[in-house]
């Protein structure tokens, strides 16, 4: 059956398939982003986003999201507590 | 000198044990002498695999604890003139053996005079060290004594996506350059583009190939009775194995054909600068 549709363009054939999410899986696996660069990273955001806004830095996280599956996303959640007043 | 291989795979269950078992017994049968060590401790297998579970007296724990000599630990298979096995401890667990000690049970290994005779010198040319499952403390021990790598995959997401873990961690081990074993490929379902073909999983993992095991249901029969598929001339599996053996000792040695993966198989062929057909 999978070759009769991989023939007629019907569908693809499942070892296309698996071929396909394996390249995908792996080229995120070989990403291999050290957690560790987290930490410098969320400070640097800190000076630069405290330029333009009050935030409250015990509130941040900084993370990779994973969970699309398509595509490593990096989430940061930062509780702002205001504008910068000296900015304006 | 001889030379210390090691076996994984990263996924469980995917024919470590079994590829160690008959490339041990064809790489004998070939007229090399081989030791093959169980490296899964607590979960010991390759005695059952080799039919040499009754004759196990002391294990490589015992070795590292100085309860016995190497040579007291080491099973001579009595159906191969020159294969021999360290078996592992069942009781025991992983954190038993360190990497260190691994290493120089290896080292050592190659230094045993396995002469019977008085003023006779005959040394190992292979150690093969069957790994466990996994990335953990078992693998760091299977690989630390290796002068060269194997994986083994099954040619499935799962086993594959492991296996490409398990090339960064060789790498790591300065293992670089493994070799792959793919096992269990049928044919059939090659054919109607329902499993991954050779190139398929060569073309991911970017890795040199060493050998195709087809899915052979002799595997099942020769483990039941504890007798390397390899004896059995009629069996795909045994040929691919023995195949595989030729080509651990440097031999050129050409593929296989499989049904359904025979155009790949000739380029293969050609690739490796063998006569293609
Ligand atoms: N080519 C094959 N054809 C048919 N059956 C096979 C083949 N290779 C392995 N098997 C079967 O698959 C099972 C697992 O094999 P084996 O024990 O060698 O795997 P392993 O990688 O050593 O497992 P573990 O990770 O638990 O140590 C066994 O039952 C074995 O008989
Ligand atoms: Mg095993």
């Known amino acids: 059956m999978?070759?009769?549709?991989a023939l007629f363009g019907r569908r693809k054939s499942s070892k296309q398939v698996a071929k396909e999410r394996l390249q995908?899986?792996?080229?995120?696996?070989?990403m291999r982003i050290p957690p560790g660069i987290l930490e410098p990273l969320k400070d640097d955001l800190i000076d630069v986003i405290s330029n333009y806004i009050e935030i409250e830095e015990s509130g941040i996280t900084v993370e990779f999201d994973d969970s699309d599956g398509d595509t490593r996303s990096l989430v940061a959640s930062i509780p702002v507590i205001g504008m910068r007043r000296d900015r304006r | 000198m001889g030379e210390t291989l090691v076996i994984t795979s990263g996924k469980g269950g995917v024919g470590k044990t079994t590829a160690t078992a008959n490339i041990g017994a064809a790489l004998a049968n070939l007229g090399y002498r081989v030791a093959l060590v169980d490296a899964d401790i607590g979960l010991r297998n390759l005695d059952v695999v080799l039919g040499l579970e009754n004759r196990i007296v002391y294990d490589l724990v015992d070795v590292v604890d100085g309860f016995c000599r190497?040579?007291?630990?080491?099973?001579?298979?009595?159906?191969?003139?020159?294969?021999?096995?360290?078996?592992?401890?069942?009781t025991k667990d992983k954190s038993a053996v360190s990497p260190?000690?691994?290493?120089?049970?290896?080292?050592?290994?190659?230094?045993?005079?396995?002469?019977?005779?008085?003023?006779?010198?005959?040394?190992?040319?292979y150690i093969i060290v069957d790994s466990p499952a996994g990335i953990e403390q078992g693998f760091k021990n299977a690989v630390s004594g290796a002068d060269r790598a194997f994986i083994i995959t099954t040619p499935e997401v799962s086993a594959v996506?492991?296996?490409?873990?398990?090339?960064?961690?060789l790498e790591a081990e300065s293992l670089a350059r493994p070799q792959?074993?793919?096992?269990?490929?049928?044919?059939?379902?090659?054919r109607t583009g329902d499993m991954m073909d050779i190139e398929d999983t060569i073309d991911i993992l970017a890795v040199s190939l060493l050998a195709v095991i087809p899915e052979d249901d002799r595997i099942v029969v020769?483990?039941?009775?504890?007798?390397?598929?390899?004896?059995?001339s009629s069996s795909l599996a045994g040929q691919a194995f023995m195949n595989a053996?030729?080509?651990?000792?440097?031999?050129e040695v050409p593929f296989l054909e499989m049904d359904g993966d025979r155009s790949f198989i000739r380029r293969l062929g050609q690739f490796f600068g063998l006569r293609g057909r």
């Open chain 1, 2 to 5: 999978g070759f009769l549709d």
């Open chain 1, 24 to 30: 995908l899986v792996l080229s995120h696996d070989r």
């Open chain 2, 70 to 90: 190497l040579k007291q630990a080491l099973i001579k298979d009595k159906r191969y003139e020159r294969l021999y096995l360290l078996p592992a401890a069942q």
């Open chain 2, 100 to 125: 260190e000690q691994m290493r120089n049970i290896c080292d050592q290994l190659k230094e045993v005079n396995l002469s019977t005779e008085a003023g006779g010198a005959e040394y190992l040319d």
């Open chain 2, 161 to 169: 996506r492991d296996a490409d873990r398990i090339i960064g961690l």
């Open chain 2, 180 to 190: 792959l074993l793919i096992n269990r490929l049928r044919p059939n379902m090659v």
């Open chain 2, 222 to 232: 020769s483990t039941n009775r504890g007798e390397p598929v390899v004896n059995n």
């Open chain 2, 245 to 251: 053996a030729r080509r651990i000792t440097g031999e």
